[in-house]
C-alpha cells in the first residue's frame, strides 16, 4: 500500500494522479505506461482534450543514470523534466502553480508534502517527488543481464549471442547505444529529417544551431521490444522495421539531410544477422515485462 | 650431467617466466567493483580466466572485451571506443585488494578518463 510516507512514494501516487492536469482526465502514466516499460504503444501521445503531441513518448525507467532528457535535450535532470510536461499546452496543460493550489487544497497531499518536506507543496518538491519515483524504476534483470552479469551462459539463446556481435561490431550499434542502457547521453541525426515531410529540427530547437538540425537523443535500449513504435516521431512499428532502416536508411528515408557519418553506406547485414539482432535486442527485455502479462 | 643440468636450468627459467606471467593473471581474475558514488551508483567488472572482461553499473552490464597481460600491463579491447585498443599499468595495492591503473596508452578520451578516476576493490 502506497501511503506517501517516502518521497518516492509519494512521487508514485503523483505519477499516477490525474489531479496534474487541467481538466484531471490524465496522468503521466497515461503516456508513460507501465505496461509498456512507462512508455506508450502509439506513434506519438495524446493531451488534454485529445490533443496530439509531436514525439514519441519516452521511457521513463532507467533513467537513474541519465544526463539529458527528451529527445531534444531540453532538461539536464530528471527534476527538470519532471514538471515540464504537466505545464506543456500539448500535454497536461496545468501551470505548476495550479497544479500546486490543487495539491495544497487536497488534505492528504498536503499532509504528505509536510511528514515529507516539511512544508506545503512546492514546485522544486513536487519535481523533486516525481523525480525520486522514476529513479526507482530501474530494471537490471533481462536475459542478458543473466548471461552478462550472472554468468549463465543459458540465459539466451546463440541467436541472441550472435546478435550481441552483430550489434558490436558489423551493425555498429555500439557507437551510439554504449552504456549501462545501452545509450550514450548524446544526439544524433541518424536521417530522419528531410526538411520536407520529416521536418522536426531536434536539438536544433534548443540549442539554435544549424549543426544540429536532425539529431536526437540517443534512446536507450533497455526494455526496447515493450516500446514500439520508435524514433522521435514513432515512423517505425516494429524491431524489425529499425533494423531494416538502419540497414540501410537512405533506401527507407531517402534525401536526409546531414545523416550521421556511421550511417553513411548500408550495413549489409544478411537476414539471418537481421533476426540474430532482434532477438539481442529482445534478451534486453526485463524479467518484469517477460513475465508479466500486458 | 651437464646437459640435464641444462635442462633443469631452462626449465627452472621457463617456470620462473610462466610464473611471472601469471601471478598477475590470477592476481586480477575475478570481481572487482567501486565504492558506491555519492549517487549510490557502483561500477564494477569481472575479469575472466578466458582473457574476457566484462563492466558494469548497477548490476548492468555496459561493457564486454578482452584482455592482455603482461607484468602488470594490462592491454584491454573492446567494441566500444571504436575497438581501440588501450594500455595500462595495474597498481594493486592494500594487499592486492585493491586495484587502480594507470594509463600507459589511450587514444579514447573517455575511456581514460574513466579509467583514471576508477579505483576497484576485489569482492570477495
Request: include cysteine; proline fraction near 5%.
Amino acid at each position: 500500500m502506497n501511503d506517501g510516507a517516502s518521497k518516492e512514494e509519494l512521487g508514485k501516487l503523483l505519477f499516477f494522479d490525474p489531479i496534474l492536469s487541467r481538466d484531471s482526465t490524465i496522468s503521466c502514466a497515461s503516456c508513460h505506461k507501465p505496461e509498456y516499460a512507462f512508455a506508450d504503444n502509439s506513434a506519438t501521445s495524446h493531451g488534454v482534450g485529445g490533443i496530439q503531441g509531436r514525439r514519441n513518448t519516452p521511457s521513463t525507467m532507467n533513467v537513474a543514470l541519465q544526463k539529458i532528457f527528451f529527445w531534444d535535450g531540453r532538461a539536464k535532470s530528471l527534476e527538470e523534466q519532471a514538471l515540464a510536461p504537466i505545464e506543456n499546452p500539448d500535454e497536461m496543460n496545468l501551470p505548476i502553480d495550479t497544479a500546486l493550489k490543487r495539491l495544497k487544497r487536497s488534505g492528504s497531499y498536503s499532509a504528505y508534502f509536510k511528514r515529507i518536506f516539511n512544508r506545503e507543496p512546492t514546485g522544486t518538491d513536487l519535481a523533486g517527488a516525481l523525480a525520486a519515483f522514476e529513479r526507482t524504476l530501474e530494471t537490471s534483470e533481462s536475459p542478458f543481464d543473466q548471461w552478462k552479469f550472472y554468468k549463465d551462459p543459458r540465459a539466451v539463446s546463440d541467436a541472441v549471442k550472435r546478435g550481441f556481435i552483430v550489434f558490436n561490431k558489423k551493425g555498429k550499434c555500439i557507437q551510439c547505444h554504449f552504456g549501462a542502457n545501452f545509450a550514450l547521453d548524446e544526439f544524433r541525426n541518424i536521417g530522419l529529417f528531410n526538411g520536407k515531410n520529416l521536418n522536426d529540427s531536434g536539438r536544433a530547437g534548443v540549442s539554435r544551431s544549424p549543426k544540429d538540425a536532425g539529431k536526437f537523443k540517443i534512446a536507450p535500449l533497455r526494455n526496447v521490444a515493450v516500446t514500439a513504435p520508435y524514433m522521435h516521431n514513432g515512423m517505425f512499428r516494429t524491431l524489425k522495421d529499425v533494423i531494416e532502416f538502419y540497414n540501410d536508411p537512405g533506401k527507407i528515408v531517402p534525401g536526409a539531410i546531414n545523416r550521421d557519418s556511421l550511417l553513411t553506406k548500408p550495413l549489409g547485414l544478411t537476414q539471418q544477422e537481421k533476426n540474430d539482432l532482434e532477438s539481442f535486442l529482445i534478451s534486453l527485455t526485463d524479467k518484469t515485462f517477460l513475465f508479466n502479462n500486458k | 650431467m651437464l646437459k640435464i643440468k641444462n635442462v633443469k636450468e631452462t626449465f627452472g627459467v621457463a617456470a620462473f617466466i610462466t610464473l611471472l606471467a601469471f601471478v598477475p593473471k590470477y592476481k586480477i581474475i575475478g570481481r572487482w567493483e567501486t565504492k558506491p558514488s555519492p549517487k549510490g551508483n557502483i561500477t564494477g567488472v569481472v575479469f575472466n580466466k578466458d582473457n574476457t572482461y566484462e563492466g558494469y553499473v548497477n548490476k548492468k552490464p555496459f561493457v564486454s572485451g578482452t584482455y592482455r597481460l603482461r607484468g602488470n600491463t594490462i592491454t584491454i579491447e573492446e567494441a566500444s571506443c571504436n575497438g581501440v585498443k588501450a594500455v595500462y599499468k595495474l597498481i594493486f595495492f592494500s594487499h592486492s585488494d585493491s586495484l587502480r591503473f594507470d594509463p600507459i596508452s589511450d587514444s579514447c578520451v573517455e575511456r581514460k578518463e574513466g579509467m583514471k578516476r576508477t579505483i576497484l576493490g576485489r569482492v570477495k
